[in-house]
């Protein structure tokens, strides 16, 4: 362009300094740029070690070698077997003999499903249990004709034996701890949640029944170990029916089964993770349960395949251990799988369940307001999220001018000299801040 006159305008030198100053301050903010890293510490990869059913050897084998390496996990217990807990499994609705002489002349069928399995678990017959086990995965199957034959089945050996009583189902192999012992462990950091009063298969269950199975072993863990375990939960055997998940994810901020998250690929036990493929989420949870028969080297090719990224989160789910519980694991694996994965503590964050959904949420939910002068920048974190539940310490990386040679970090009352690292995109500190520990800064102190 040929300007006509051979002094710049006014306007336009006024424009033309604005631009420069925008280039300037925006070239500053530029040098600070500043993320949340995907994991604590810069690490690659999170796992959690996740237990079902609070069998004993679950404490008593597998704990203690966590407790060696300075691992804490996460249990699901059932409180209904707990020795001294207060509430028993119960069942809610008509007359049993009503219900059961009933079934004589009325098939089950779609109106009278959920009452008919949420009693027969509590019928004194062998198998009672099984027959509301297998009518219920039945029915998640989506197959419900099958599933109300189940119970056809189940309510004429009732009648045949002509069954009045109720008793409480037996679900958990061995003996139970009790809550003394719990809470030592809760109190260490191990994370402690809901898995229901006695294991039922809540799909099948109605309502008043359903919300017993959840909300008084929601009351019984926080009488005795206080709101603070009441987190995350596992509704049994790893359902996703929508009916259940719905009053769950209502009572819990947290489900191992499923998560609301959009930003979530949730690979569950049953799927496949493919290490190479892009699955196009911010986060990815991979859930595996080890069996009694699940080799060390598949075990351990899950952790490897992780580390191939940096997006995703082992969720790793035990039942039995050394000969207590479902489909037990021998101590002498547990402990090699555990010192394995100690082995790879640099890149992997072992953490409860709680604890890493926290952390995701929080890095995908705070807001900084950056504020940047010489030789200094503040940074102010704000997020929406429940400070009750949210307070993880964020790791934090903000890249410098490549001028400052020694940076400090300070943060209410705590001042910390960092190293100053370097990568492609330049010179950078990392460093861990606390979202509700009030403004923070970086200074450069060189010279
Ligand atoms: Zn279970």
Redesign the pocket.
């Known amino acids: 362009m040929i300007l006509k006159n051979k002094t710049l305008s006014p306007r336009l030198l006024s424009l033309i300094i604005l631009v420069f100053q925008f280039q300037s301050v925006f070239g500053q903010e530029e040098a600070f740029k500043t993320e949340i890293l995907k994991w604590p510490d810069g690490k690659k990869a999170a796992i959690s070690l996740t237990y079902?059913?609070g069998t004993s050897n679950q404490f008593h084998v597998a704990l203690p070698i966590m407790e060696e390496l300075g691992m804490k996990g996460t249990f699901?217990i059932?409180t209904g077997e707990i020795p001294s807990s207060q509430t028993r499994a119960q069942f809610f609705g008509r007359e049993p003999k009503v219900i059961i002489a009933e079934s004589a002349s009325i098939p089950t069928n779609e109106e009278n499903i959920f009452e008919r399995a949420s009693l027969i678990r509590f019928l004194d017959m062998p198998g009672a249990v099984s027959y509301h086990d297998r009518s219920g995965s039945t029915y998640e199957q989506g197959r419900i004709e099958q599933a109300c034959k189940i119970l056809d089945e189940g309510f004429a050996k009732a009648r045949e034996l002509k069954i009045t009583e109720l008793v409480y189902p037996r679900i958990i192999d061995g003996p139970m701890i009790d809550w003394e012992e719990i809470r030592k462990y809760a109190d260490s950091g191990h994370e402690f949640g809901v898995?229901t009063i006695s294991?039922p298969r809540l799909a099948v269950l109605d309502e008043k029944n359903l919300l017993f199975e959840l909300e008084a072993c929601r009351d019984e863990i926080e009488r005795e170990l206080g709101k603070e375990q009441l987190f995350s939960a596992?509704c049994?055997?790893g359902t996703e029916d929508e009916r259940v998940m719905e009053y769950a994810l209502e009572m819990f901020p947290a489900l191992r089964n499923r998560m609301p998250e959009a930003y979530l690929e949730e690979i569950n036990r049953s799927g496949l993770f493919d290490a190479s493929q892009d699955y196009g989420k911010e986060y990815i949870q991979w859930q595996r349960g080890p069996l009694s028969k699940t080799t060390p080297e598949l075990m351990n090719s899950w952790v490897d395949d992780i580390l191939t990224r940096e997006d995703t989160w082992l969720v790793l789910v035990f039942?039995g251990i050394e000969g207590i519980g479902w489909e037990a694991i021998p101590e002498d694996r547990i402990r090699a799988y555990f010192e394995y994965i100690a082995g790879k503590s640099k890149e992997v964050w072992v953490a409860p369940f709680r604890d890493v959904t926290q952390y995701m949420r929080q890095r995908m939910n705070t807001n900084m307001k950056k504020t940047v002068n010489k030789d200094m920048i503040s940074l102010k974190l704000e997020s929406d999220l429940d400070p009750y539940w949210y307070r993880q310490l964020l790791t934090m990386k903000t890249y410098i001018p490549t001028d400052w040679k020694s940076v400090t970090f300070v943060q209410g009352g705590k001042t910390e000299t960092l190293e100053v690292q370097k990568d492609a995109g330049g010179s950078f500190v990392q460093y861990n801040a606390d979202p509700h520990g009030g403004e923070l800064a970086l200074k450069n102190v060189g010279q």
């Open positions: 079902d059913d699901y059932n898995h294991h596992e049994p055997f039942h």
